[in-house]
C-alpha cells in the first residue's frame, strides 16, 4: 500500500474509534448520538486521554506477560513470512479495537467516579438528587439526575446553558453511576 493512502485511512480509521468510543460513553447516559462533538480538536483530546489511559492499563500488566508478548512476537519474526503474518495481525487488532470501541467507551462510564456536578445550593437540585455533568455540549452542560442514596440515574437528561445555572460547577467524587 501506498504511504499516501495510508495516511488517511489512518485518520479515518481513529477518527472512527473516536466517536464510536464517545457513543459508548453517551447511550451509558442515554444521551442521544446527536449530542456528540465532531470537531476536530475536541476528538484529538478525547484520543489522547485514550492513549493515556491505555498506557495506564498496560502498566497494570506484570512483567511475565510482556515477557510472553514479546517471546512470542520473536517466535513469529524468526519462523514465519512475517509481513504477511504482521498484516493479519494488525487486521485483526484493528477490526477488533473497532468493533470493541462501542463497549470501551460504555465501560469508561460505568468506572468513571468523578464528574463535574452542580453545587449544593444550585436552585435546580433537589435533596435527594445530585446532577452530574458527564459532558458539554456547545457551551451547555448536559445534566444527569442521579439518586444519592445508590448512585443509580433517575430522570432524563437536561441541557442547559452553563451562565443560565446560576450556580458553580465543580469537581465532585460521586462513585460509580449505575443506570
Do not use: H
Not at 484529538?44 to 500488566?61: D, K
Not at 445530585?130 to 451547555?140: D, E, M, R, S, V
Amino acid at each position: 500500500m501506498n504511504i499516501r493512502w495510508s495516511i488517511p485511512i489512518i485518520t479515518a480509521y481513529l477518527y472512527a474509534v473516536t466517536i464510536l468510543t464517545q457513543y459508548g460513553f453517551s447511550t451509558y447516559f442515554n444521551i442521544p448520538s446527536s449530542f456528540i462533538e465532531v470537531s476536530i480538536k475536541d476528538n484529538v483530546i478525547y484520543f489522547f486521554q485514550l492513549f493515556q489511559l491505555a498506557t495506564n492499563i498496560a502498566g497494570l500488566m506484570s512483567l511475565w506477560m510482556w515477557i510472553i508478548i514479546v517471546v512470542v512476537m520473536a517466535i513469529i519474526f524468526l519462523f514465519y513470512d512475517y509481513s504477511f503474518i504482521l498484516n493479519v495481525i494488525v487486521l485483526f487488532f484493528a477490526g477488533l479495537v473497532l468493533w470493541q470501541s462501542y463497549g470501551f467507551g460504555r465501560l469508561i462510564a460505568a468506572n468513571t467516579s468523578s464528574f463535574y456536578a452542580l453545587s449544593d445550593d444550585c436552585l435546580i437540585t433537589r435533596e435527594d438528587s445530585l446532577y452530574i455533568i458527564p459532558n458539554f455540549y456547545q457551551g451547555a452542560a448536559i445534566l444527569i439526575p442521579i439518586s444519592k442514596n445508590n448512585n443509580k440515574i433517575i430522570g432524563n437528561f437536561l441541557i442547559k446553558d452553563i451562565s443560565s445555572l446560576g450556580c458553580a460547577i465543580e469537581r465532585k467524587e460521586v462513585g460509580k453511576i449505575s443506570n
